[in-house]
């Protein structure tokens, strides 16, 4: 496993952008497909945003597609989500997530991850 840390999440104003980064430990990082989800108050964890090892290939959320960008540096054991246009409806726990045995046919469940950050919150004011 890895161990994870996100960053970057705070208060913006609707039409705002945010970069949220995951620091990840250990000299495997490159053999992970990670992912960003979000959970709201009272809602269910969701895929945001996934992105395969080495090839880097990137699948979104119908919700944010076109809106974010995921995107990883193994030299920095990193993986980023730059969210741009944020709505309200944006407003989440966002946290990310690794998993050794990435598949695309997985990556959408949570439960097939197995290891996460801690999570940072991302506010978007209307």
């Known amino acids: 496993q890895v161990q994870l840390v996100e960053s970057g999440g705070g208060l913006v104003q609707a039409g705002g952008s945010l970069r949220l980064s995951c620091a990840a430990s250990?000299?495997?990082?490159?053999?992970?497909?990670m992912a960003w989800f979000r959970q709201a108050p009272g809602k269910e964890r969701e895929f945001v945003a996934a992105?395969?090892?080495?090839?880097?290939?990137?699948y979104y959320a119908d919700s944010v597609k076109g809106r974010f960008t995921i995107s990883r540096d193994n030299a920095k054991n990193t993986v980023y989500l730059q969210m741009n246009s944020l709505k309200p409806e944006d407003t989440a726990v966002y946290y990310c997530a690794a998993d050794r045995l990435f598949t695309t046919s997985t990556m959408k469940n949570p439960a097939k991850f197995d290891s996460w950050g801690q999570g940072t919150q991302v506010t978007v004011s209307s």
């Open positions: 992105i395969g090892r080495s090839t880097g290939n990137t």
């Open positions: 250990g000299r495997t990082f490159s053999s992970y497909g």
